[in-house]
């Protein structure tokens, strides 16, 4: 053993990394919190920084410029795209085995990323799928019928969940019910696009795609989870936002 890193978890969709920046902000249910002093602790015992993810907070535009809609067009039209869009639980679940094989592909070369097998994708299709609101999520597929990028999202249920304290009973069900039907908060848990078509405009389709779901539910602004820091073409994607980022998060290590 030459070190210790960490935290991560034992697959990316795990929580990992400690919180060091953005405690006035309330996480979402895909993200985490840390007091400031776990950072000071870890840094006292001699850790340094090893990798960061950024978080970012997006306002959304009253509406999506037309300019913007006739480019994405444009788009669909020159590379023969087809967006998939759902409308129940069991519609989703038919490509998630898809969406985890092209999860596998695009993360490939990221930091501490791990590939799924088929067993371990059954676990986390089971664990969350069934919670996903269907219209929140978009998928494209290029003229083969092959899946070559997805957005996840979910109406934010941080403010339910403290309201809620915790708990479904006796009320806690009632404001995470209210939440999902009339969120002004979505949560962009998941965004992959294939290697080769990426910087080649399907972020930008897929992000406009689900924006038209989130007007229709009011949804006025968008968070992002953590993204590594060397996810360059991630990161400027959300720079074209109006945004913040208000959150950083830290895996540490220490060598021996």
Not at 29 to 42: G, V
Request: aromatic share 12%.
């Amino acid at each position: 053993m030459e070190g210790v890193h960490g935290p991560l978890g034992f697959t990316n969709l795990d929580h990992q990394a400690i919180l060091i920046e953005g405690f006035d902000y309330l996480p979402s249910i895909a993200s985490e919190y840390h007091l400031p002093y776990y950072k000071e602790h870890m840094e006292a015992a001699g850790y340094g920084k090893e990798m960061d993810w950024v978080e970012f907070r997006l306002k959304l535009a009253d509406a999506i410029p037309e300019k913007a809609l006739k480019l994405n067009e444009m788009i669909k039209t020159r590379y023969n795209l087809k967006v998939v869009h759902f409308t129940s639980q069991a519609e989703l679940k038919q490509h998630a085995h898809r969406a985890f094989d092209l999860l596998n592909n695009a993360y490939g070369d990221l930091f501490s990323f791990v590939k799924m097998d088929k067993e371990l994708s059954d676990f986390y299709i089971h664990k969350y799928f069934s919670i996903l609101n269907p219209r929140f999520v978009k998928m494209i597929e290029d003229e083969n019928g092959d899946l070559i990028g997805f957005i996840i999202s979910l109406p934010s249920l941080s403010e339910a969940m403290q309201k809620a304290k915790g708990k479904l009973f006796p009320l806690g069900w009632y404001h995470i019910m209210q939440a999902l039907k009339k969120p002004k908060v979505a949560d962009l848990l998941l965004t992959a696009i294939h290697p080769e078509w990426q910087a080649k405009g399907v972020s930008a389709i897929l992000i406009t795609e689900l924006q038209k779901v989130m007007y229709e539910h009011g949804v006025t602004h968008a968070e992002t989870t953590g993204i590594i820091e060397t996810n360059e073409k991630a990161i400027s994607h959300w720079k074209n936002y109006d945004h913040i980022q208000h959150k950083r998060k830290r895996c540490f290590i220490k060598m021996f």
